[in-house]
């Protein structure tokens, strides 16, 4: 069974830093790419940032590039989201995402919450 | 950036009908675009990818059609599982979008 477990989520300041983890369990990890997908309170889900299976290849969204790094550590069975110079607009539910290298959203865990306040 | 426009905002249904839902992409995406089903407290669900093949579980009353930049997901004969809001994604290139979404709420 594919299970997706995130952690990580907390409240941190505006300006501040935080890291997310996801573990992975149930396939054969190295083979999917995986990705961040985040919504906020009441919103439609929002892409966030995308890595290739072999980690050689990631994607952000215009609203994370240059704050937000996507990492993975296929030994491990993990994927990382590592977030600097957050904003109040980051606050969000951000879910750990599984796909193959189209970026259909197969998998998705049950996500942490990220909340960004003063 | 590809930016997907989805309507109606919501839609009031009765169970038995069959809504259709829209999607509008502001280029073409071929047939790169899936459908997602979010119900309240829990994560989004594929219904259809390639703008009409059901994902592994999905009932055959969700049929997703289109291409380019038009696209519809209709549900034939709503049951009571179905009241959810319903979002779609493209694919076809990056940054990867997704609309508002249309809520689908009983009449």
């Known amino acids: 069974e594919v299970q997706l477990l995130e952690s990580g989520g907390s409240s941190v300041q505006p300006g501040g830093s935080l890291s997310l983890s996801c573990a992975a369990s149930?396939?054969?990890?190295?083979?999917?790419?995986m990705s961040w997908v985040r919504q906020a309170p009441g919103k439609g889900p929002e892409w966030v940032a995308s890595?290739?299976?072999?980690?050689?290849?990631?994607f952000y969204a215009d609203s994370v590039q240059g704050r937000f790094t996507i990492s993975r550590d296929n030994s491990r069975s993990t994927v990382s989201l590592h977030m600097s110079a957050l904003r109040p607009d980051d606050a969000a539910v951000y879910y750990c995402?599984?796909?193959?290298?189209?970026?259909?959203?197969?998998?998705w865990g049950q996500g942490t919450l990220v909340t960004v306040s003063s | 950036e590809v930016v997907l426009t989805q309507s109606p905002d919501t839609l009031s249904v009765s169970p038995g009908e069959s809504p259709t839902l829209s999607c509008r992409a502001s280029q073409s995406v071929s047939t790169s675009l899936a459908w997602y089903q979010q119900k309240p407290g829990q994560r989004p669900r594929p219904l259809i990818y390639g703008a009409s093949t059901r994902a592994t579980g999905v009932p055959a009353r969700f049929r997703g059609s289109g291409s380019g930049t038009e696209f519809t997901l209709t549900i034939s004969s709503l049951q009571s599982e179905d009241f959810a809001v319903y979002y779609c994604q493209q694919y076809y290139s990056w940054p990867l979008t997704l609309g508002g979404g249309t809520r689908v709420e009983i009449k």
């Open positions: 890595i290739r299976g072999n980690a050689g290849r990631t």
């Open positions: 149930g396939f054969i990890f190295n083979v999917f790419a």
């Open positions: 995402v599984r796909h193959w290298d189209i970026p259909i959203f197969e998998y």
